[in-house]
């Protein structure tokens, strides 16, 4: 059997930002604690926090683990 690594750093060969928005907004409108909120204004909190969180984290005044928790712990 042979078995592939596979990275595609600049989204060339799969289109990884489409299959991440699908992939959230089908768990996001299954799972009990958010079926009854809105998408949209999830993922715009969401983005905001992200953006936030990394500027902080390039500049090595959080870790990796903080920018996750803390991305949705504030959205």
Not at 33 to 58: A, G, M, P, Q, V
Not at 67 to 72: A, E, G, V
Request: hydrophobic share 40%; proline share 1%; net charge neutral.
């Amino acid at each position: 059997m042979r078995k592939l690594v596979l990275f595609d750093l600049d989204n060339t060969l799969l289109p990884f930002h489409s299959y991440w928005e699908k992939a959230n907004v089908e768990i996001f409108n299954s799972s009990s604690l958010t079926k009854n909120l809105n998408y949209e204004s999830f993922i715009n909190l969401y983005r905001k926090y992200d953006k936030e969180l990394w500027e902080l984290h390039l500049q090595q005044l959080i870790s990796l683990d903080e920018l996750r928790q803390q991305r949705l712990i504030k959205t």
